[in-house]
Structure formats: C-alpha cells, structure tokens
C-alpha cells in the first residue's frame, strides 16, 4: 500500500523556521516526482515545490525562492521541505504528493496537483506576526 505520511508542521513566529518531512511506504522515490502543496484557508491549493527523481531538479514557488529548501534522503525514503524566514502567508496546511512521472515539471512550468497519484493527510503549519 502506497503512504505518504507528513510531519513538522507547528506554530512558529515570524522568521522562524520548521522543516516538514514526508515519509513514503509502499514504494521509492527513486521513480517518483515529489511535490510540496499548501492550502490556506479559503484559497486554492498551490504548488510550493517540487523534485524531480530523474535529473533531481528543484523547483521553487517565487513567494518562497531562497527561503524553502526541498531535499531528498533515499536511505529513509523521506523528502523534507526546509522552511526558513517564515512569514504570516506562509499559513496553510501543507501536503506532499507522488507522482509516478518522474519529472516534476511539464512543459516548462511546475505539474499541478491533478498529476499526482498519492497524497498525504498534511500538516498545519501556523506563523504568527
């Protein structure tokens, strides 16, 4: 059975930091593309990040380029998302994704969530003014 598991999220001040970590079972990352997605409330899921596992390149929303940092660890099968100098808009629920493609982006420009195949349940990451 393919799982994604999410943890890390919290409450945190401004310019803080927390790092989310993404636990897989049921397959590796080795094939899959992976992608971090939050949702505030009452606004549409966005695409934050995301890694591809064919050429392991990054893609990073502009609201978060230099401050989010998404990483792999094969050995544990886990991808984290680093998230430093955190602001207020950075309050959603944050998810991660897999999808068996592995390039994360299509056509120039990041896969949206409807190519994923597996989700997790997500994790509620709150920062405070």
């Known amino acids: 059975e393919v799982q994604l598991v999410e943890s890390g999220g919290g409450l945190v001040q401004a310019g803080g930091s927390l790092r989310l970590s993404c636990a897989a079972s049921?397959?590796?990352?080795?094939?899959?593309?992976i992608g971090w997605f939050r949702q505030a409330p009452g606004k549409e899921r966005e695409g934050v990040s995301c890694i591809s596992s064919s050429d392991g390149f990054k893609y990073y929303a502009d609201s978060v380029k230099g401050r989010f940092t998404i990483s792999v660890d094969n050995a544990k099968n886990t991808v984290y998302l680093e998230m430093n100098s955190l602001k207020p808009e950075d309050t959603a629920d944050y998810y991660c994704a897999a999808d068996f493609w592995s390039d994360c982006m299509v056509a120039g420009r990041p896969k949206s969530a409807k190519w994923y195949d597996y989700w997790g349940q997500g994790t509620q990451v709150t920062v405070s003014s």
């Open positions: 049921g397959f590796t990352f080795d094939d899959y593309a």
